[in-house]
């Protein structure tokens, strides 16, 4: 089984876009959402990824106007936390994580979801 895979998925931003994600996908209670920060790469999270245990479902943002294909860089706050609302709309239990700027990204998705 591979431990986890990339999906995109529509970001209900201002103006829509196509995101890109990661998920260690599990039938689990709790999901992890991880926010990066300013700059980061997917290969600082990696490890969180394929060691995610069987309890607890992982998921990677790219930040909108960050990931492979972008055009353009979403600085809109609101917008860069909307991208986590697919992953929010959710029964499992979530706890989110950020570094750096991703810190205040994680902390307004669970005050606004």
């Known amino acids: 089984m591979t431990p986890y895979r990339s999906i995109t998925y529509d970001a209900p931003l201002k103006t829509?876009?196509?995101?890109?994600?990661?998920?260690?996908?599990?039938?689990?209670?709790?999901?992890?959402?991880?926010?990066?920060?300013t700059p980061a790469?997917?290969?600082?999270?990696?490890?969180?990824?394929?060691?995610?245990p069987a309890d607890l479902e992982?998921?990677?943002?790219?930040?909108?106007?960050?990931?492979?294909?972008?055009?353009?860089?979403?600085?809109?706050?609101?917008?860069?936390?909307?991208?986590a609302r697919p992953f929010l709309d959710t029964d499992k239990k979530i706890v989110t994580l950020g570094v750096s700027y991703g810190g205040e990204l994680a902390l307004k998705a669970l005050v606004d979801f």
């Open 16 to 37: 829509p876009i196509r995101n890109e994600a990661w998920i260690a996908e599990r039938d689990a209670p709790w999901r992890l959402i991880m926010f990066p920060g």
């Open 58 to 83: 992982v998921v990677l943002l790219a930040r909108p106007g960050y990931a492979r294909g972008h055009q353009r860089a979403f600085l809109d706050f609101d917008d860069q936390v909307a991208a």
């Open 41 to 52: 790469r997917k290969y600082l999270f990696e490890r969180m990824l394929r060691l995610a």
